[in-house]
């Protein structure tokens, strides 16, 4: 089946489900295609219709590689930019390694997100040991708002793809 943008649609049968495990799964589809309370979108980047990768192949700098989430089994590099002399800290210099271009540093692919319950650890460095955790990184190192409420459907859905 050929990539299409759009949203998750899996669970829209779910929504108002009896079952209140499938109406909790239905909400976190909502919450991950949705405009949140801190203005972002999990689909914003996520733009693959029921898949979860990139529609444009975009690669996104989600800092998992920046100091701030660096867990202590990971290297530090230290980088200047020649130009502008500004310095960098990161764990992986991601697509910069290869293309040797500044505002490559630290992105990385979109991965799929069907069966992701199954691929933990998470992101490329394994930073989070859980779907929980990676809700947790999105809030800490991007902004995103969610409740605690929230959090738990949006990793319940995580949980069903």
């Known amino acids: 089946m ?5 949203r998750f649609d899996l669970f829209d049968a779910w929504t108002g489900h009896g079952n209140p495990r499938r109406a909790q799964i239905a909400r976190g589809q909502e919450l991950f295609n949705n405009t949140n309370a801190s203005g972002l979108r999990c689909g914003a980047c996520h ?3 029921n898949n979860g990768t990139n529609f444009n192949n975009l690669l996104f700098d989600i800092r998992t590689s920046s100091a701030a989430a660096r867990t202590p089994d990971l ?6 930019n020649r130009t502008t002399g500004e310095i960098r ?15 490559d540093l630290g992105k990385f692919k979109t ?8 691929r933990a650890p998470y992101f490329h460095n394994g930073i ?10 999105y809030q800490t190192h991007l902004g995103f708002i969610f409740t605690d409420e929230e959090r738990a459907d949006l990793v319940a859905f995580l949980n069903a793809l």
């Open 47 to 49: 733009s693959s219709a």
């Open 2 to 6: 050929p990539k299409i943008e759009g």
């Open 128 to 137: 989070a040991a859980t779907l929980e955790d990676v809700v947790r990184h």
């Open 89 to 103: 800290q990161l764990t992986d210099t991601g697509r910069g390694n290869v293309t040797g271009l500044w505002n």
């Open 111 to 118: 991965p799929t997100l069907r069966a992701l319950a199954a």
């Open 75 to 80: 290297p530090l590099h230290t980088l200047r």
